[in-house]
């Protein structure tokens, strides 16, 4: 299996993140309450959310899903 075709650069980059994401939250409640700091990932979360569903054309639930 090549390299491009793997599923490890995705997973280090996970890796990575998820383990630098404890250090940026002490580094950021500095600046930010935690609040607002909740606030902005779950934003940003929902950004990025957004970008994959308009890329991916992903179709919206149906209405029987809505309630669950």
Excluded: C, E, N
């Excluded at 980059?13 to 950021?28: D, E, G, R």
């Excluded at 609040?35 to 959310?49: C, E, I, M, N």
């Amino acid at each position: 299996m090549k390299w491009k075709d793997s599923f490890h650069p995705y997973a280090a980059t996970t890796i990575v993140f998820w383990s630098l994401a404890y250090v940026f939250t002490k580094l950021a409640l500095g600046y930010f309450t935690p609040f607002s700091l909740g606030f902005l990932r779950y934003g940003v979360a929902s950004l990025a959310l957004l970008a994959v569903a308009v890329f991916t054309k992903m179709k919206l639930p149906g209405k029987r899903d809505i309630f669950y």
